[in-house]
């Protein structure tokens, strides 16, 4: 019989003999365990009945019992309760038809002499049931606790009676069978897997080894004397293969012939040949090479040879190296830096083949920057470190004036404060720096490699620098040129460009420098609009004198013929009072126009009614409401104290912030002019200016005081009004506010101190 068949016929039985015993143990315990955990919830639900049931019992009536049975009933799902006397009579039952029998069984006579809760499973029917028993006690009075559930007689108690409760058990029996059916099917898997492994173990463990050393000695018997068994464990099989393994080889060395022998000796002078071969061109390669060799111990560390280029390279003799540590090579390590020993023992782990940046140190201290390839040989069966060094100082100090120059190149290119920007010869832009990206709103990724210049040129500029200048348009120069053209930036603003390009030497490139000339073309503009106006005041300043005394002569003639007239209802009499009343309303106007374009000193300033310079001054704007269809409402508050200010620059504020207004009601609407005392500040004087305009964004009203800032198109306005209006309110001590909201119009604040001596800094305005 096979030793396989032999296992079987041993570990089947031993596995049904486990599981036949564990499964009776088990359900013996599962049983026990479930009917004690009903009898332990039935007296749990009696125990939290107790005071209560002390009272019934003390009542001695089934109308007080019934209900609390009826409870229990319910709480426990039992099948029937019953309260008993002493002497054994049913006191109540929730089976009514059983009250007032006298239960006199064994089973009850126990319960009802036990003074400790009494357990029993019994048949009634034919069906499991669990009786338990309960004494239902009564303290004295002097016991501060109520009825409870007695381990036994106390004293000071009396006992009232007892609760009988019978409860099914059929459901525990099912909970039991499917439990112990688990259970059972966990047994067999484990019981049974662990007999299959047991199988499998003595298999693989006594089987196989005993298999492979009768194959081994059946081998041996054919004459295959060479033969080696493997030993895969030192117990007695291990044993008795290690055995045989050397009874094979003394077989095999005792017993080779002749001729194998001489194959061998043959074999091994075609070996050593092959080798003096190898190391003949080894030495030719070693020291004809045209880098510098190190062999090193990789055990010791120590040199072992060194080729002529080595020895150049250190400045040191063969013969004075060898048998020195590797150590010597290198300087020592700076902080942060690796070590030559740690490097070399990071090759010893096995990663070779990296090329390695180090310095080396010279016989005369100089210090070399050297690229090594590091690799892990075995000569002879020895470790070496084989360290190939190729000098690379001098292309180091190259990179360094490299990175050098380009460094200052990228250095002047980002700061020159111009935008600048590289062009390849397809007009693309491969390099722009940071004014480039604030010019043009695009990021530099967005900008380098995938826009051309062009893209930036106004088309109809393009055009002209294309035909007009000679300009091509993939190379853009071929000597230092400068242009004049509008850019158009990403939100789609035109700028005013002045471009300085030229071709680089000896490439198909063009560098371009941008100048931003905007600004000073709004200045430009602004310088020839004020020498207009300057113009023009001089001319209206001429035109007043010269209007003026004619204007003078029908004054007085009117004025004389007025007064010689006695009948008011004279037909002549409205016309010459009209007459009157316009040519006084001219020579205001006259004398307003006079004072406006005198040029007066900015220093100069006097006691001044603010009311009447702001009448004046809207005497002047009167017209120009009319025909922008916007209604004048003065907010005068009279007797307001005299401010010190320059008249001329006073009315200048309000023409200026009545001209904004004007130009915010292009449809018309209301401007309203205000004067009174600071409801803010005590000691100053208001003058408001409030129009039923556009508004201002929330994003422009910080702008809207710098000079040259304008929202008006090109040619209708010069930015300078409310940057003037301002200065002039700082210089007189006086602050400026704001209120604005988009839709719903403007109002600006001016407020001037009343007692001030003159025009002095103050603190800025307030937006």
């Not at 008795?240 to 001489?262: E, G, I, P, Q, Y």
């Not at 993939?474 to 230092?480: G, K, N, W």
């Not at 007066?600 to 009311?611: E, P, R, T, Y």
């Not at 304008?710 to 209006?725: P, Y």
């Amino acid at each position: 019989m096979k030793l396989l068949t032999k296992l079987f016929l041993f570990f089947v039985p031993l596995t049904l003999l486990l599981i036949g015993s564990a499964a009776i143990i088990s359900r013996s315990g599962m049983r026990r365990i479930l009917v004690s955990e009903v009898n332990s919830r039935g007296l749990a639900q009696i125990s939290g009945n107790t005071q209560a049931l002390s009272r019934a019992f003390e009542s001695k009536t089934e109308a007080a019992l019934l209900p609390l049975l009826q409870s229990l009933k319910e709480q426990t799902q039992g099948a029937q309760v019953a309260a008993l006397a002493q002497t054994g009579r049913v006191m109540a039952h929730t089976n009514v038809m059983e009250k007032n029998k006298i239960y006199s069984n064994a089973l009850t006579t126990r319960m009802l002499r036990s003074d400790l809760p009494v357990s029993q499973e019994t048949d009634v029917k034919g069906e499991k049931i669990l009786a338990l028993s309960s004494p239902v006690w009564r303290e004295e009075e002097e016991e501060k606790e109520d009825f409870l559930l007695s381990a036994g007689d106390k004293p000071k108690k009396q006992r009232l009676g007892t609760i009988i409760l019978q409860m099914p058990l059929i459901r525990t029996l099912k909970l039991e069978n499917r439990l112990f059916m688990r259970q059972m099917a966990l047994l067999i898997l484990a019981v049974g897997g662990l007999s299959l492994g047991l199988i499998f173990f003595a298999i693989f463990v006594i089987l196989r080894p005993a298999r492979r050393l009768a194959a081994g000695i059946s081998k041996v018997s054919e004459g295959q004397y060479g033969l080696i068994v493997p030993v895969v464990a030192q117990d007695e099989l291990g044993q008795l293969t290690a055995a045989f393994n050397r009874m094979a080889k003394n077989l095999s060395d005792t017993t080779v012939s002749r001729d194998t022998l001489v194959e061998e000796v043959a074999e091994r002078r075609r070996v050593e040949a092959a080798l003096r071969e190898t190391e003949e061109k080894f030495r030719i390669q070693f020291e004809g090479a045209m880098d510098a060799i190190f062999l090193a111990d990789a055990e010791t560390g120590l040199l072992i040879d060194l080729n002529i280029e080595a020895a150049k390279l250190v400045g040191w003799e063969k013969s004075e190296l060898i048998g020195r540590h590797q150590r010597i090579l290198h300087p020592p390590a700076r902080p942060g830096e690796e070590s030559s020993e740690d490097s070399f023992k990071r090759q010893l782990t096995g990663q070779q083949g990296r090329l390695l940046e180090m310095q080396v140190v010279t016989k005369t201290g100089e210090i070399k920057e050297v690229a090594i390839m590091a690799n892990l040989l075995e000569i002879r069966g020895r470790k070496v470190l084989q360290g190939i060094f190729r000098d690379v100082t001098e292309r180091k100090k190259a990179e360094i004036e490299l990175r050098k120059r380009e460094e200052l190149y990228r250095t002047t290119f980002e700061t020159t404060g111009m935008s600048t920007v590289l062009l390849e010869e397809d007009a693309v832009i491969s390099l722009a720096n940071a004014e480039f990206e604030r010019l043009s709103g695009y990021s530099k990724p967005e900008i380098e490699g995938k826009k051309k210049w062009t893209e930036f040129v106004v088309k109809e500029d393009l055009e002209r620098m294309l035909t007009q200048h000679g300009l091509r348009r993939e190379h853009p120069a071929a000597a230092l040129t400068q242009y004049e053209f509008h850019f158009i930036t990403r939100s789609g603003e035109i700028r005013n460009i002045l471009l300085f390009i030229a071709m680089i030497p000896s490439t198909k490139r063009s560098i371009a420098s941008l100048m931003d000339i905007t600004e000073r073309k709004r200045l430009e503009s602004s310088l020839l609009q004020s020498e207009k106006m300057s113009a023009v005041g001089q001319l209206a300043a001429g035109v007043a004198h010269e209007i003026n005394n004619p204007l003078g002569i029908i004054l007085g003639f009117a004025q004389s013929v007025v007064k010689r007239i006695k009948n008011e209802n004279d037909p002549l009499a409205l016309p010459l009072k009209t007459i009157e009343r316009e040519a006084v309303r001219c020579r205001n106007l006259v004398q307003n126009l006079l004072v406006f374009s005198r040029a007066s000193n900015s220093a100069q300033s006097d006691a001044v009614d603010l009311n009447a310079a702001a009448e004046s001054a809207l005497s002047l704007i009167l017209a120009q409401t009319k025909t922008h269809n916007v209604e004048l409402v003065q907010e005068l508050v009279p007797g307001l104290p005299r401010i010190r200010v320059n008249i001329t620059q006073f009315q200048q504020i309000l023409i200026n912030l009545a001209n904004n207004s004007i130009d915010a009601m292009p449809q018309g609407g209301t401007l309203t002019i205000g004067t009174s005392l600071s409801r803010k500040r005590s000691g100053y004087v208001e003058l408001r200016v409030r129009d039923t305009g556009s508004g201002i964004p929330k994003e422009l009203q910080k702008k809207i005081f710098e000079p040259f800032f304008t929202t008006k198109e090109v040619g209708k306005g010069t930015g300078l009004g409310l940057s003037l209006v301002y200065e002039i309110v700082q210089k007189h001590g006086g602050t400026i506010e704001l209120e604005s909201e988009e839709g719903r119009g403007t109002e600006f604040t001016v407020s001037l101190p009343i007692r001030s001596a003159g025009m002095s800094a103050a603190a800025p305005a307030k937006v």
